[in-house]
């Protein structure tokens, strides 16, 4: 069992950035597929980012390729998203979520594969 808590998500003014935490309990974090993704009012949910277990291999949606970075600590349990460049559409509660499978790229944006997933994190990108 998984479980996974956000932190760092708050109102910022467009152009700004942020850096959102994930903090993970339990073992095997290391052999875990983490993601970003994020929902927002009246919308479904997206896929923001992923990064395989190792994180040597990372992807991105498109629309967050370039101003995002998706990273993790296995030493500390931690993924992390550093949000540059925020655009008011960027205004979504962002969720950390964990998958238990080895890292296929293809994969990586099914938010129906991630296994756990954290409570979510409001980041509100005033313009």
């Known amino acids: 069992q998984v479980q996974l808590v956000e932190s760092g998500g708050g109102l910022v003014q467009a152009g700004g950035s942020l850096r959102l935490s994930c903090a993970a309990s339990?073992?095997?974090?290391?052999?875990?597929?983490m993601g970003w993704f994020r929902q927002a009012p009246g919308k479904e949910r997206e896929f923001v980012a992923a990064i395989r277990g190792s994180g040597g291999s990372a992807d991105y949606a498109d629309s967050v390729n370039g101003r995002f970075t998706i990273s993790r600590d296995n030493a500390k349990n931690t993924v992390y998203l550093q949000m540059n460049s925020l655009k008011p559409d960027d205004t979504a509660v962002y969720y950390c979520?964990?998958?238990?499978?080895?890292?296929?790229?293809?994969?990586?944006?099914?938010?129906?594969?991630?296994?756990?997933w954290g409570q979510g994190t409001q980041v509100t990108v005033s313009s």
């Open positions: 339990g073992r095997g974090f290391s052999t875990y597929v």
């Open positions: 979520a964990a998958a238990q499978w080895s890292w296929v790229r293809s994969y990586a944006a099914r938010g129906s594969l991630y296994d756990y």
